[in-house]
């Protein structure tokens, strides 16, 4: 009986050990920077001091040290520092961008949020104001930070001004943020814990006076709010008005007119080795509409065509892309289209991808690797008929040509004089010859249409999948996405260096970004939700997933 009590008492310590233990663990693992992961996207607190129709606004919802934690994390071993420096020093050149010296002036207190807003005093108009808020670990640190902002730039020879605004002390001068021409500065303190700094005093009021007014500042804002939830989560996030998305997102010019994207709301997060973007496009009243979701689908065979081709594509891809309905996208999303059909590239090799996506209800697959671009639709969509017209104009000729006993088989060629300067021997007979512009073969219940005859013997001897493709785009999880697009190195390297944006993060790195990248994918679909309650419906948004995966 005595034995009793005692096995009560080692079990009771046991279970308080444990749950010790357990709780213990539980702190680390919230404080773990992998926590990035899976951060809640929430409204920022200075959302409040932007207005709604602020060209950009930027927030990244924790400290500066954890990205660089994260990538020291999850890096392989031998290039973990490499990792953390280039994080670490594109988070200090963006600071040292506006005259502030990370390591020496933030480091020490900076919280889990901090804000970056362009503002213009016309709506619509130019931004040419802007309003930096840094939120403190502790008050102390704030008020530390900003008497020494403002004991540099007094013995530097600002004159400063001292003065209250809806009952906040503010503090105004002229100084040199960025290199050494003086510009009109303005701070506050807020709550003794979120520092709002601001191009000039007057942009500092506009800040708090629509912190107070719920219908002019962003916080309150219904479709910003509903953008939060539908995101979900995020470490960074960005909002952009038409009028930004050309000069400082590079968006094409087709996207960024009247009549087409008119506001954007993003966030990015980390995910294992990669960066992963979710991000809503609006569109302007009586724009053109999203590019079309698959159709429903009378039975479960004709819903899988994209699966079915998608599972049935052999042989090495760099680039590989499932389309639904590319004969009913928009004329707004053409280009984009184009693009991804690399329309217009290589001459001729072209035109009868471009013929074939006019003409398919879809879905389309693309493939382009060495051998060459290779397309795959259902067999009998679209007809080869339908086709002889528009090639006909281009000057090319169908004919039959059994391979291998493949009585399938039809090429397009085009008679072409030889290059210029050539000598023609006796033995080549007529001067013309025969140039091969595409290819058609069937398997089954699909086509699959290439540049060349390698590229069709490839898809019909391989037995090997573009795997890492294919991973790619499961990966995003979007099915049903309208586009789905996945990328090898090399093409992701050269696309990201064309895009300004990426330029822009560069120089602020102060070194190329882009042979990290190690791949590409992105997806496209109509947005979501009750077209009568939710701004971003699917009738007047497009909802973009993409991600980079980094070595």
Known sequence: MKARPF???????????????????????????????????????????????????????????????????????????????????????????????????????????????????????AADGWLLSLRSRDADGARRFLQRFWQTRSLAGTDLQISSYRGMGLISGRGALVGTTPVPIATALVNDDLVLIAS???????????????????????????????????????????????????MPAQLTGPGAVQELVASLRPDGRSLALEALLLLAPGAAGPPPAPPPAPTAAAGDGGLALLAALQGQSDSLALVQQPS??????????????????????????????????????????????????????????SLEQGLAAQGLTAAPLPVEGDASVMVWTRLEAPPAGRRIGREEGAVLQASLAGARASQGQLAWWGQNLAVLQEQRESRQTPRLRLAQLAALDQPQASLQWAMA??????????????????????????????????????GYGDTNSDSYSNSNSVHLSARVGFG
């Not at 961008?97 to 804000?115: K, Q, R, V």
């Not at 990201?496 to 992105?522: D, E, I, N, Y």
């Open 489 to 526: 190195a090399g093409p992701a390297q050269a696309l990201l260096q064309r895009w300004s944006t990426w330029q822009l993060l560069s120089g602020l790195a102060g070194r190329p970004l882009a042979p990290a990248v190690q791949g590409l994918s992105l997806s496209l679909e109509p």
């Open 7 to 125: 096995l009560a008492v080692v079990l009771a310590a046991v279970l308080l050990l444990l749950s010790l233990a357990a709780a213990g663990w539980w702190l680390v693992l919230q404080r773990s920077p992998l926590q990035l992961q899976h951060q809640p996207l929430v409204s920022p607190r200075a959302a409040r001091f932007v207005p709604r129709q602020a060209p950009l606004s930027l927030y990244l919802l924790t400290d500066g040290q954890r990205p660089e934690g994260y990538a020291r994390a999850v890096a392989p071993g031998r290039q973990r520092r490499q990792a953390a420096d280039a994080v670490a020093g594109l988070r200090d050149g963006a600071f040292a961008a506006a005259g502030l010296d990370y390591p020496a002036e933030l480091a020490s207190w900076l919280g889990p949020e901090l804000g970056l807003a362009l503002l213009a005093n016309e709506p619509g108009g």
């Open 200 to 250: 000039g005093r007057g942009v500092l009021e506009q800040a708090l006076d629509v912190s107070q007014i719920d219908e002019l500042n962003q916080a309150a804002s219904p479709s910003f709010q509903q953008a939060l939830g539908r995101l979900g989560k995020g470490a960074v996030l960005l909002t952009a008005q038409a009028e930004v998305l050309g000069s400082w997102l590079g």
């Open 328 to 385: 009913h996208w928009p004329e707004l999303w053409q280009p984009l289209l184009a693009a991804v059909l690399r329309v217009g590239e290589g001459g001729g090799d072209g035109l009868l991808p471009a013929l074939v996506a006019a003409a398919d209800p879809g879905p389309l697959l693309w493939s382009a690797g060495s051998q060459g671009w290779l397309l795959g639709t259902p067999v009998d969509q679209p007809d080869p008929a």
